[in-house]
C-alpha cells in the first residue's frame, strides 16, 4: 500500500473547528507557528486497539497480573488506576510502558503485550527519524534536533476513558488541560473524539480532533529547543459519559542530559528566563519538575496545598518564558 502524504500547514491549531468536515481524517499535523512541514503517514502502523482493549479488560479482572506486571516497576507503577478512587481526577486509566520498562517485564508479561509493543516500535522506526528532521527544519537554518534525541528517551502510553469502575462515570475531565513535557507526542485514537486542542479563535477555546485522525503535538522541549519557533499545544480529553474511548501515544523526548536551553544555532524569537537561557538546567530536572504536577492532575501523586499556586502550564511558563 502507497504512503499518503500530508501537507502540514503553518498554522497554530491542528484541525481548525470550521473545517473539521474538510480534514482528511489521515491528516497528520505538527503544530507551528513557522514553517509548513510534509509528513509522510505510514498506513501499515495501526494502533491494535482490539488488543489494547483487552489487555485493559483482562488487568480489570486478573488483579494479580496487575500486581506482577507493577511490581516491574515498582517506582511508580505500570497500569495507574487513581480514577477508581479520586472523582477530581482525570477519569481514565493508563498503561505507561518505555523501552527500558518493557526490558523490565516478566517474560510472560512481554508475551502478553508483545503485539502492542511491536506497535509502537513500528511507529518509532516509521516517524521519529522524519518528524526529528521536520523540527530541526522549524528550528532554522544547521539546527538539528537528533543530536539531542540519541537514547530514545520515549513513552508508549494506553488510555482507556473507562465507563466502568471509575469515581466519577458522569464526569467529562478525561484529561485535563495541559501540555506535554518532551519534544513531541503522536496521538493514535480509537476513532472515539474527545482530543481537543487548544485554538483561541474558537467559540470554546479549543478545537475538537476528529476521532480517526492521528496526530502529532508538540511539547514544552520543542519549544525551549527550537528557542520558541516552534509552538507547544495545549491540549485536553473530555469524556463523554457512557462512551469507552481508547488512545495510544508515543511520547518522545531529548536525551536526559541534553541542557534544557536553546540548541547552538538557534536564534530564539522570545526571550527566556535566566535558568533557561543560562543552560543550567537538564532534560532530566524538566522532567522532574513535569511529572510531579503531571501526576498529580492524574491523581497519582499528592502535592502539599501549599506547593500548589496555578495549573500546570501557568507554572512552567513562568519557568520558561522571561
Ligand atoms: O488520550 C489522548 O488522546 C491524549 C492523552 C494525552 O494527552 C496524554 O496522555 O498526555
Ligand atoms: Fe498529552
Known amino acids: 500500500m502507497a504512503a499518503s502524504v500530508a501537507t502540514i500547514s503553518p498554522i497554530n491549531v491542528a484541525l481548525p473547528h470550521n473545517h473539521q468536515e474538510d480534514v482528511d481524517t489521515t491528516t497528520t499535523t505538527i503544530l507551528s507557528p513557522d514553517l509548513p512541514i510534509d509528513f509522510i503517514q505510514d498506513p501499515t502502523v495501526k494502533a491494535p486497539f482490539e488488543a489494547i482493549q483487552r489487555l485493559f479488560d483482562h488487568l480489570r479482572s486478573h488483579p494479580s497480573d496487575v500486581d506482577a506486571i507493577n511490581s516491574a516497576y515498582p517506582k511508580r507503577g505500570i497500569l495507574k488506576t487513581a480514577a477508581v478512587l479520586n472523582p477530581k481526577s482525570d477519569q481514565k486509566f493508563t498503561f505507561d510502558l518505555s ?81 506535554d513535557y518532551g519534544t513531541f507526542t503522536i496521538i493514535f485514537q480509537d476513532g472515539t473524539p474527545g482530543l481537543e486542542i487548544e485554538d483561541p479563535s474558537a467559540p470554546t477555546g479549543w478545537s475538537l480532533v476528529p476521532g480517526d485522525a492521528t496526530i ?42 541534553v541542557k534544557l536551553t536553546p540548541l547552538p544555532g538557534v536564534k530564539p524569537v522570545r526571550p527566556f528566563t535566566e535558568r533557561i537561557s543560562s543552560g543550567e538546567e537538564d532534560v532530566a530536572w524538566f522532567k522532574e519538575v513535569m511529572g510531579k504536577r503531571w501526576r498529580h492532575r492524574e491523581g497519582n501523586e499528592d502535592i502539599p496545598e501549599g506547593e500548589l499556586t496555578g495549573s500546570q502550564d501557568d507554572d512552567i511558563n513562568k519557568l520558561v518564558w522571561a
Not at 140 to 165: I, Q, S
Not at 237 to 249: C, F, K, N, T, W
Open 99 to 179: 523501552p527500558h520498562r518493557v526490558d523490565c517485564l516478566p517474560g510472560e508479561a512481554q508475551q502478553r503485550l508483545s503485539e502492542i509493543i511491536t506497535f509502537f516500535e513500528a511507529a518509532a522506526s516509521a516517524y521519529v527519524e522524519d518528524l526529528l528532521s521536520a523540527c530541526s527544519n522549524l528550528a532554522g537554518p544547521g539546527v538539528d534536533m537528533a543530536k539531542a534525541h540519541t537514547n530514545r528517551n520515549w513513552n508508549f502510553r494506553l488510555c482507556d476513558y473507562a465507563t466502568e469502575n471509575i469515581a466519577n462515570p458522569e464526569s467529562d475531565n478525561g484529561c485535563g488541560a495541559h501540555t
Open 216 to 257: 502529532v503535538l508538540a511539547g514544552w522541549c520543542a519549544a525551549i529547543l527550537s528557542g520558541g519557533r516552534i509552538r507547544a499545544a495545549r491540549h485536553r480529553v473530555r469524556r463523554v459519559p457512557g462512551v469507552r474511548r481508547l488512545s495510544a501515544v508515543l511520547f518522545v523526548a531529548p536525551d536526559l542530559d
